[in-house]
């Protein structure tokens, strides 16, 4: 039985980095399955409560832009890979982690794989639930900080978000530890 673990959010300006782990079925298909970044938003929206429903085993976990700060978004990545897998019913017997670095987490065995959420099923329903539970939690930032325009562009480098810096500063939201405003 292995986990499936991508997260979501790590070149963001600003809010936690999310991430997932997924353990699918052996027999699991399903033909919209991608990579998350290949996928529209409705697309998304749409299989993520398929995910939920068919998984064995699915969770969710994130690390704050204060520990983004304190221990670099790398690590916090791993640690909110790591949050994920520990709140899983079901103990992994391996983990399938997309991309080339990983702190190994216990005595569970896991495999780096370069573009991994194009290549395996689990770790694509992982980029998935950590891309939309990041998204919907950078909807609800929005409603306190709509001038940072969240709502669009998730935190993400954007002109307009980039701009809003320049005009409103930073809010504790931000990684400090980032670069926010860049010289023309």
Known sequence: ??????EAGRGCLAGPVFAAAVILPKNFKNSLL???KKLSDKQRKHLRPIIEAEA???AVGQAS???IDKINILNASFLAMHRAIKQLKH???SLLIDGNRFKK???IPHTCIIEGDGK????AAASILAKTYRDDHMDDLHIKFPMYNWIDNKAYATLKHREALMQHGTC???RKSFRLVYDE
């Open 105 to 107: 987490y216990k005595t």
């Open 56 to 58: 064995i085993a699915w």
């Open 1 to 6: 039985m292995e986990a499936g673990c991508d």
């Open 34 to 36: 991608n990579d998350s």
């Open 172 to 174: 504790e939201h931000h």
């Open 120 to 123: 395996y099923l689990s770790i």
């Open 91 to 93: 103990i992994p017997e």
């Open 65 to 67: 832009a204060k520990e």
